[in-house]
């Protein structure tokens, strides 16, 4: 079985400064899709970037980027020029690719809380 | 709009009673998931289904039951079996065949049984 280990449960940064979040993982597989999803305090899930483990380069969406390291294991999420808005709970997720085309369901982390200082 | 409603936002209920997460989508999306989030937990998957009339367990099925007669709907029933049905509650759907489409999510209902 996958597990998804996130080691910050609180990080807190400055607006317009950069943060980084942890997030490592453990799996035998080869083929597996990454996901970071954020969680306002409206509770709805909102899915912030992906990564797909057969890429090397690195997933970017705007001022979200991912520094993925297959071999370590490891897929931290990189928010440049923090704003007030991105203050929420931050998720990682790791997917299975499968053999069956993969629509299993997602292995989440416990989430770290992101305050952002104005 | 095109998304996952998922109904009451919020809901109450009394040990010892089964009750029923509505969850329907117009995404028109194969696959469909339940998942629990409790206090600073991620989210845990219940159960899952790829195509209609099929479903299976996820990570914490017990004292879970779904059902998957329709596309569009997946409710959840929570039975008296479940010894803390006390979480919050998320439907998810997505394309079927390629894991690499995330799954949407909905807002999530937050039962409560005293």
């Known amino acids: 079985a996958q597990t998804v280990t996130q080691s910050q449960p609180e990080m807190s940064v400055q607006e317009a400064e950069t943060v980084t979040l942890s997030c490592t993982y453990d799996?035998?597989?080869?083929?597996?899709?990454l996901f970071w999803y954020k969680q306002p305090p409206s509770r709805q899930m909102i899915l912030v970037i992906r990564?797909?483990?057969?890429?090397?380069q690195n997933a970017t969406e705007n001022r979200f980027s991912v520094n993925f390291q297959k071999a370590a294991k490891s897929f931290s999420l990189k928010i440049s020029d923090s704003q007030l808005g991105d203050a929420a709970m931050y998720f990682c997720?790791?997917?299975?690719?499968?053999?069956?085309?993969?629509?299993?369901?997602?292995?989440f982390g416990k989430g770290t809380h992101l305050i952002i200082q104005p | 709009d095109g998304g996952i409603t998922q109904s009451p936002k919020y809901l109450f209920r009394k040990e010892g009673q089964n009750v029923t997460l509505s969850c329907e989508q117009n995404?028109?999306?194969?696959?469909m998931y339940w998942y629990r989030q409790d206090p600073g937990q991620g989210l845990r998957l219940i159960y899952y289904?790829?195509?209609?009339?099929?479903?299976q367990k996820g990570d914490i099925a017990e004292g879970y039951s779904v059902s998957r007669e329709k596309k569009e709907s997946f409710p959840l029933t929570v039975t008296s079996a479940q010894k803390n049905p006390t979480a919050f509650y998320l439907c998810?759907?997505?394309?079927?065949?390629?894991?690499?489409?995330?799954?949407?999510f909905g807002p999530g209902t937050r039962l409560t049984v005293t």
């Open positions: 998810a759907s997505s394309r079927y065949r390629d894991s690499s489409y995330e799954q949407y």
């Open positions: 799996t035998s597989e080869s083929d597996y899709y």
């Open positions: 990564q797909e483990a057969y890429k090397q």
């Open positions: 997720a790791y997917r299975s690719a499968g053999s069956g085309g993969g629509a299993d369901g997602l292995t």
């Open positions: 995404l028109n999306h194969d696959a």
């Open positions: 289904s790829q195509i209609v009339n099929d479903f």
